[in-house]
């Protein structure tokens, strides 16, 4: 009985913070990618991205003597680089993740890191390295991949009280390609199913745009954000014809947030509340 | 395996029948119209895209014609006719290739042979009818010459368009029999403000010019698009068609953007008697891999540094020289010859079909330089006197690697073995009874090969979902229970 209990206590406090979640099913997707999609097996890439995010994180921790429980946003922060970047070399890898991680600490504003940790180690890594890239077709359009990252992303963004954000940018996107693809050019409603369903895409929208800590703090100010990165993601990709447009759209997306939040105000985000009931095991 | 012994004979896949990729074949008979495979030459430099289209047109040449949407209007400079050899010489030094291994035999020291290999070649038929172009009036459809050239044996006309029910009529008009689903294409593109590179054959400059066949047509044009139109190709096409794309850039590896790139099974040991049908192997290798990514993927067969001046090995093995500076030059790879810089090549495959390629193929330029080939190997058995310890030993595995690549050769192209025992057998015949006994167990497949497909894994993650929903419903009901 008492194994019970603690079997119990420890499922709750596993449940209670949201980066579990996203951890269990971040690994699903790249084990999905590895497994059931072909890719390489880049074994030394994913142990640079994991190395070097957690390594940056932990000299953090003692410096700041901030909670050594924020390991798990370094561990999230290389999974999503894991499942987006792609390099030449190994130390390109360790370049993006430095920044990555590092840039949570070092660009902030009133206390509050300004841009997606993930989202802006690729970035850098692509734009001034020349040796990194994003595929977007990696995932290809498979309806079962949809399914699973659409309902995955779904408890996720439930969780972390961000769906406003994840509506706000896949209706606008959604909204303007087919208004682009189908009303104007006259395409298909196959081919704008076909953009949009995209994995990269649906993981973007879920999973990375979401990130609680990046995201502006009002709810109103969630939902105009989101438009407007979708917005420039449709800009980008449709009259730039840039490829992973809503990494870059992201990117100037999260570097207005300190004015968003200025303007708007809001609650800021915890991962996990504070419960007098619940025992920490992590 | 002693690198002395290796023998590298080598196989080009056959070149299927060849056909324009993004144009349709318009006929004025109620011929079928039918493309089965076309091949395309691609070369990406910045903004600048060099197209090369085979043209390898086996019907008439005089019922030839294409209509392809260009990002601009091409100048006559912009067009040009280069030699056919250009794609056989691409085709033959990027092949799948099967590559021969020789065992040393265990009692006696080195044997050492040499082989030659003989290539199936397939091919299909196609037909396609188009009358000769008449002039028609272009205001009362909206339709617009905007340049008009005399290229080699073509006429080449560059065609911009208001509305796609002009472009249509005016192609009608225009002798062109336009197939009924050609309408729901041409509409995107005008609107896209593509134009519309059209081509006819003029018979007496293909005489004068002393060819009996087309040659292929390059274009050149700056554009920030790097894609392939395949749509209109598809709108007289039954069924699903298949294009080889030879890519060349500056800095790494072409993909695609909107459809997975995925490499085709390479660097597998399959049975000796797969080198007679080697070619119906490879088609049927393709076909069933095709099948299990999902229909929808595109195939890399090829990437590799071709660097002239790189020093490095280009090849392994090489299935034919490596592309010469005239071919560089012909495919468009400028700067190729000048000393300009890296020339890496990627050879892409696609079978496609209006269901699963809704969409044109978009690529990206990426500084990926991972080399790839697709690679199949053989190993012969070593020869002379076995009966040595050493001997039986060798037998004895070589009956389990035969077993591997029965399996193997099953995995990837389900045919049937059942007629193959003997490839089993004269192993088993060579052993001591003694030996011989201890070697039972199926080796035929009995049951479908399971790919390592997509829904490998789906049981996984659906599971590993389901138990995560499970837990988050359990905590729900817990909450709710508190509150």
Known sequence: MQALIGTSTRLRSFIQDPRHFQIVFLGGFLTYGVLALGWDSQWMRYATLFGTCVGIQTIFIRWKGIPWSSLKSAVITALGMCLLLQAGSIWTLVFGATVAIAGKFLLRWKGRHIFNPGNLGIAAAVALTGDAWVSPGQWGSGAMLVFLVVASGSIMVLRVGRIDTSVAFLGTFAALVYIRTVWYLGWGADVWWHQLTNGSLLLFTFFMITDPMTTPRSGKARWLWGMGIAVLAFAFSWHFWIHAAPIWALLLGCALNPLIDHLMHGEPFHWVRPAPHAQRTF | ?483
């Open chain 2, 1 to 483: 395996m002693n690198l002395r012994n290796l023998l590298l004979a080598t196989l080009t896949l056959s070149a299927l029948q060849s056909m324009s990729f993004c144009g349709f074949y318009v006929a004025k008979a109620d011929a079928t119209l039918f493309n089965d495979r076309s091949e395309v030459i691609l070369v990406r430099d910045g903004q600048r895209t060099i197209i090369t289209m085979s043209n390898d047109f086996k019907g008439n040449v005089k019922d030839f014609a294409m209509v392809v949407p260009v990002p601009t209007v091409l100048q006559q400079s912009d067009i040009r006719i280069v030699e056919r050899n250009v794609f056989t010489a691409l085709d033959a030094y990027s092949s799948p290739r099967l590559v021969e291994y020789w065992d040393d035999n265990p009692c006696q020291r080195w044997e050492y042979a040499e082989s030659e290999v003989q290539m199936d070649m397939v091919t299909s038929t196609g037909n396609a009818k188009v009358p000769a172009m008449r002039d028609a009036n272009e205001k009362d459809y909206g339709v617009t010459i905007e340049a008009r050239y005399a290229v080699g044996e073509y006429d080449i006309l560059i065609l911009g368009a208001k509305e796609s029910n002009g472009l249509k009529n005016w192609l009608l008009e225009n002798g062109y029999k336009i197939p009924n689903t050609a309408h729901e294409v041409l509409d995107p593109y005008i609107k896209s403000g593509m134009k519309f590179f059209v081509v006819k054959v003029d018979l007496q400059r293909l005489q004068a010019s002393g060819y009996d066949f087309l040659r292929p047509i390059q274009v050149r044009f700056e554009s920030e698009k790097f894609m392939l139109p395949i749509r209109l190709g598809m709108a007289n096409s039954s069924g699903v068609q298949d294009m080889i794309v030879y890519a060349f850039t500056r800095t790494g590896r072409v993909e695609c953007v909107n459809y997975r790139t995925v490499k085709v099974p390479s660097d597998k040991n399959i049975p000796l008697f797969a080198k007679a049908r080697f070619g119906e192997f490879y088609k049927d290798l393709f076909a069933k891999n095709w099948e299990r990514e999902g229909r929808n993927a595109v195939a890399l067969e090829y990437a590799w540094n071709v660097t002239p001046t790189w020093g490095g090995m280009k090849c392994d093995p090489c299935v034919g020289p490596p592309p010469m500076p005239n071919e560089f030059a012909q495919a468009g790879v400028d700067w190729a010859n000048d000393g300009g810089g890296q020339v890496f090549f990627t050879r892409m495959h696609v079978r496609y079909g209006r269901e699963k390629f809704p969409q044109d193929l978009a690529f990206q330029v990426t500084p990926n330089t991972e080399h790839f080939q697709a690679r199949y190997i053989l190993t012969h058995p070593a020869t002379g006197d076995l009966t040595c310890t050493a001997g039986q030993d060798y037998l004895e595995d070589l009956f389990y690697r035969r077993t591997r690549e029965m399996d193997e050769l099953y995995a990837l192209t389900g045919w049937d073995l059942s007629q193959e025992r003997n490839y089993m057998n004269e192993v088993k015949g060579k052993l001591t009874p003694a030996r011989r006994n201890g070697l039972e167990g199926p080796y035929f497949p009995s049951d479908g090969p399971n790919g390592n497909g997509p829904n490998g894994m789906l049981g996984f993650v659906l599971g590993l979902l389901a138990l995560l929903i499970g837990a988050y419903m359990l905590r729900s009901r817990k909450t709710a229970s508190i509150a």
